[in-house]
């Protein structure tokens, strides 16, 4: 079963204009990640975020998280048509005896219009 | 340095027939991920190795599906008998070890059962 969810589950925004997708999760996590995926490709990862951690910045991507609220969102600022492709939130969660293991949420589907 | 590699690309087989999927992750990474994804849908946690072991393979359809990881390096997933419901894309994954680090993902194998 999948950990997280995103909102909304799909996005279409005008080149420029700023992309913001939400993720909600609900265990304990060590960590949260963002992944892209472009249409019949693999993920490939975007941003990390501790769990003591409340904001980080990566180029044109800005993620925030609250643990206290079990959520996480990811900013794209001044979208281009590149960026159209499917966002997903990865929790990694605690898991004690076993290590560490990464849960995807059902994806953000974002369309850059150009 | 390669990344992950799959192999097969795509792969059509008729309903009760076997199928194999093939995983070489990066040089020097330890954890090895299967991940099944269905279409519009997030990826779904099949199996996770820590070196040779499988550490969790608590969604691991068992009556079908099978794993091995040999020698702790490349992965086989297979499928016997293969049913419709089957259909999706089987994504491996690799990471260098346990906590904070991001997961490489192949381009996946597209499995057909028809």
């Known amino acids: 079963s999948q950990q997280g969810e995103e909102d909304p589950q799909a996005l279409s925004i005008q080149e420029g204009e700023n992309a913001t997708m939400n993720c909600s999760y609900k265990?304990?996590?060590?960590?949260l990640q963002w992944y892209r995926q472009n249409s019949g490709r693999g993920l490939v990862h975007l941003i990390l975020i501790r769990s003591n951690e409340r904001e980080k910045h990566s180029g044109r991507l800005r993620v925030t998280l609250d643990t206290s609220k079990k959520s996480s969102s990811l900013l794209i600022t001044a979208s281009r048509a590149a960026d159209t492709a499917s966002y997903f939130c990865?929790?990694?969660?605690?898991?004690?005896?076993?290590?560490?293991?990464?849960?995807f949420g059902t994806g953000t589907s974002l369309t850059v219009i150009p | 340095e390669a990344g992950v590699v799959q192999s097969p690309r795509y792969k059509i087989i008729e309903k009760k027939q076997p199928v194999a999927f093939w995983c070489n992750p990066i040089?020097?990474?330890?954890?090895l991920y299967w991940y099944l994804q269905n279409l519009g849908q997030g990826p779904e946690l099949l199996i996770r190795y820590e070196n040779e072991e499988a550490v969790d393979d608590s969604q691991l359809p068992k009556d079908r599906f099978s794993a091995e990881r040999l020698k702790g390096v490349d992965s086989t997933l297979k499928i016997q008998p293969a049913e419709l419901g089957d259909s999706a894309v089987y994504l491996c994954?690799?990471?260098?070890?346990?906590?904070?680090?991001?997961?490489?993902f192949g381009q996946g194998t597209r499995l057909t059962v028809v």
């Open positions: 994954a690799s990471s260098p070890g346990r906590g904070g680090t991001e997961a490489f």
């Open positions: 040089s020097g990474h330890n954890t």
């Open positions: 990865a929790t990694d969660a605690v898991q004690y005896f076993t290590g560490n293991q990464f849960y």
């Open positions: 265990t304990s996590i060590n960590n």
